[in-house]
């Protein structure tokens, strides 16, 4: 076959998985979403920052205590943070943005233990970088505070929000996805909480591309069959959206 066949080809077999999933989907209900039903997917704040700040937060109404920010420093493999008694804030106000100082600004979601520790995570799902962000957050308690850039796919914050400075890449697609995962375990009999989290695993699935395992793997073994033609289809995404975009 020519290349053209090639890449229909792969296109219309990855489609036939894509139902596939669909109607596993549909047969398990998870069609029904809170969150996409009230337009809140791609709420940075009002979706994803309070709902992850709940379940970090050892006061959080679900009622179990530290166990969830454990499983999330775990995640990100910080020991010596306490997590017990630590407190969680959304959008703390760090002062005044100072261009010069490069300090201030207001930080999505602020964790400290009892030690003065601080986990500070910027979220981003749509919304673009800021001039000097990550610096700025970075200056803050300069030894004790750790900067997380949170992103969908795990893609850096731009050179102009970073500068040169020490802070960490989290994603949506692994490490959240994986840390929910976890939290589910620990809510088995608590119905109304699993099912919450289970609804938000869902939209960071969809957010992300995200496949379960058994149709992922197929969809692997359907591309490397077909390396030459899923390279060129990926080559070409970019700018079948931006061709997209100006036709619209």
Known sequence: MGKLEDETLLLRNAQVLLNKEYESQKNKGELFNTFSILKMETAENKTHSNFIAELLNPKGSHLKGSIFLELFLKEIN?????????????EKHIGE???ERLTGGKIDIYIQDKNGNIISIENKINAKDQAYQI??????????????YLSLTGKRPTIKSNGEFDYKVLSYKENILRWLDQCLVESTND???RESIKQYRILIKKLTYTMENEFKDELHKLIL???DAAQNVANNINEAKDTFRKEV
């Not at 610096?135 to 997380?148: A, D, F, L, S």
Request: with cysteine; charged share 30%.
């Open 191 to 193: 119905n109304i909480l």
């Open 225 to 227: 069959a077909n390396l």
């Open 135 to 148: 610096e700025r957050y970075c200056n803050h308690e300069k030894g004790k505070n750790r900067v997380y």
């Open 78 to 90: 910080y020991t010596e943070f306490e997590a017990q008694n630590a407190s969680v804030k959304l």
């Open 97 to 99: 943005i100072d261009t």
